[in-house]
């Protein structure tokens, strides 16, 4: 078990990604899903009130609703539910009120009493930072949210967000939500994770498998014949570059007896700062090999040798 930063919440070191349910994943095949996924030994989910707005037919709140009937129907022990605000057609932005009546919403969908983790989804420059930071501190006094979290929010943002909720006296972020994985490092290496290690902020990447191209499933940039509504940005990263990537981890992962994916999360896991890599299922074939991403163990010349060869570049190189 691993603790997310500085709070009390000690969770499995993978977290269950939900933007498919509702999406990719209907109501059973989300169920399913998330029974494989527990019984493995899961109980950290990720969701976000927008989810899975951008369905035709849907008008978000699909992700949450699933995953409240989920927890009413199986009443698992210690599940930690993240859920995000600023996404949702009808809640956008970080307003303080809108900010309150999203998460009373999201709390309803879920059919909980508190939010475990409430993240910030992206930062809403149009709102005073104090007044975002203030309404969740206010969230987290109420009792309506545990812990706060900010999504794809730059450094300098944290760091405001930090000295203004010092100063205001209410709690500060415990976690943050970037974009990275092996072929997308820059900016994760170069500006959080050292904002992260400041502040013992805990580090949950999302895109863990970069929408699947992690899993070696793509091997051509042409997504032209593949029918997941992901290909598209899976296939982008099969340059010559990215197949390297994925030989590597293929060779290194047949050491363990593990697949490419449970590799590629693996290294996720053995960056700094990282406590939880964010996945998502859309079958329960899938589910296995995240499960295994949370378990296996690298050595430090495996972590090494696919830092070495993926296509990061310091920027002062
Ligand atoms: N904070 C943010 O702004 C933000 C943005 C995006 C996502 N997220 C969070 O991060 C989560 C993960 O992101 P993501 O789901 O978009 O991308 P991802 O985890 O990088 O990719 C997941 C996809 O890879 C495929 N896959 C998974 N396991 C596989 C396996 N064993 N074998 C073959 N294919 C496999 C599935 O797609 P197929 O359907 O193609 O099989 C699955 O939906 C989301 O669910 C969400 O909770 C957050």
């Known amino acids: 078990m691993t603790r997310i930063g500085t709070s009390d919440l000690d969770i499995f070191p993978l977290s269950l ?18 029974d494989a996924f527990a019984e493995g030994g899961g109980d950290f989910i990720d969701t976000a009130d927008a989810y899975s707005a951008w369905v035709p037919g849907n008008s978000g709140g699909e992700s949450e609703t699933i995953i409240g009937e989920w927890l009413a129907a199986r009443k698992p022990e210690g599940v930690v539910v993240a ?36 993240y910030a989804h ?24 545990r812990h706060v979290a900010v999504s794809n929010y730059t450094a300098e943002r944290i760091r405001g967000w930090i000295g203004i909720a010092d100063r205001l006296g209410v709690a500060r972020p415990v976690a943050v939500q970037p974009h990275y994985n092996l072929v997308h ?37 042409d997504a032209s014949g593949q ?9 982008k990263y099969a340059t010559e570059q990215g197949l390297r990537v994925i030989d590597a981890l293929q060779e290194i992962g047949d050491a363990h007896g593990a697949s490419i994916a449970a590799t590629s999360l693996a290294w996720l896991r053995a960056q700094p700062t990282v406590v939880a890599p964010i996945a998502s299922a859309r079958t329960v074939e899938q589910v296995p090999d995240l499960l295994a991403g949370a378990r296996l163990e690298l050595t430090a010349d ?15 190189a």
């Open 302 to 316: 495996e972590v090494a040798h696919l830092s070495s060869i993926s296509e990061w570049t310091p920027a002062n």
């Open 17 to 34: 990604g939900g933007n498919v349910f509702g999406w990719t994943a209907d109501r059973d095949a989300s169920f399913a899903v998330l």
């Open 83 to 118: 859920t995000k605000v600023s996404q949702h057609p009808d809640f956008a932005g970080l307003a303080a009120a809108n900010v309150r009546r999203a998460a009373e919403a999201s709390l309803g969908r879920l059919g909980v009493d508190a939010i475990d983790l409430y």
């Open 227 to 235: 029918s997941s509504p992901r290909a598209q940005g899976a296939a």
């Open 122 to 145: 992206f930062d809403d420059e149009s709102v005073p930072l104090e007044e975002t930071v203030g309404a969740f501190g206010e969230l987290v006094a109420d009792g309506l949210v």
């Open 185 to 221: 490092r820059n900016t994760v290496e170069e500006t959080i994770i050292p904002v992260a290690q400041e502040f013992d902020l805990g580090l949950v990447p999302y895109y863990s498998l970069a929408s699947g191209f992690l899993t070696g499933k793509y091997r051509t940039t």
